[in-house]
C-alpha cells in the first residue's frame, strides 16, 4: 500500500472496527496502516473480509500475517517436492547439485546433506532424513520471514557479532607466560 490507498485502508479499517463495536483513534489507525503496508490493498481487503467472516474479535495485524503464512509449504508438502526432485538430479555416475529455487527448501535439503543424500538414501532409513529435514524446514521458516521484513536488525546484529569476535585475543596474549 501507499499514500494513495490511505482512504481505502481507513474505510476497511473503521468498519471493521465499528462492526466489532471499537474506536480507532488517528494515532491506532495510522500506526496500523505503517504495519500493513507491504500488503496490497485489494489483499487487504479480501482478508480483512474473510477474518471478518471467520473471528468474533478486531483483528491485530499479526492475524493478516498467520494467514499470509498458510500459504507456506507445509512440511509434508515441502519433503515431497524435495524427495520428487533430488530424483531429477542425482545420477549414479556423477551428482550435479541443482536447486528447486525455493530458498528455504533448498537450505534445508542443503543441512541434511543436499539432494544427493536425499536420492542415494535407502528407503527403509528415508523417514531419518524426512524427520532431519521437517526440523530443518520448521526453524528456517520462523526465520526467513523475519529477516526478509527485518533487514537492517540483521545487519546491526551481524555487525554486533562480527565487531565483538573481532575483539577477541588470541589465548596466548590473553595467558601469562611461566617464569
Request: hydrophobic share 40%.
Amino acid at each position: 500500500m501507499n499514500e494513495n490507498d490511505f482512504e481505502s485502508f481507513v474505510e476497511i479499517l473503521v468498519g471493521l472496527a465499528e462492526i466489532r463495536g471499537r474506536e480507532l483513534s488517528k494515532p491506532a489507525i495510522k500506526i496500523f496502516f505503517r504495519a500493513m503496508q507491504h500488503w496490497e490493498i485489494g489483499l487487504f481487503r479480501q482478508v480483512a473480509e474473510h477474518l471478518l467472516r471467520t473471528t468474533d474479535r478486531f483483528p491485530q495485524p499479526s492475524d493478516f500475517e498467520n494467514l499470509r503464512s498458510a500459504w507456506l509449504n507445509t512440511t509434508a508438502e515441502a519433503w515431497s517436492r524435495a524427495l520428487a526432485f533430488s530424483k531429477t538430479c542425482y545420477a549414479p555416475n556423477g551428482h550435479v547439485e541443482r536447486a528447486i529455487g525455493d530458498y528455504v527448501i533448498d537450505t534445508a535439503v542443503r543441512c541434511i546433506g543436499g539432494y544427493a543424500a536425499i536420492a542415494s538414501c535407502r528407503t527403509d532409513q528415508l523417514h531419518w532424513l524426512e524427520k532431519r529435514f521437517a526440523e530443518r524446514l520448521v526453524e528456517l521458516q520462523d526465520v526467513v520471514s523475519t529477516r526478509v521484513a527485518l533487514p537492517v536488525v540483521a545487519e546491526s546484529f551481524r555487525l554486533t557479532t562480527q565487531t565483538a569476535t573481532n575483539g577477541l585475543k588470541p589465548i596466548s596474549q590473553v595467558l601469562l607466560p611461566r617464569s
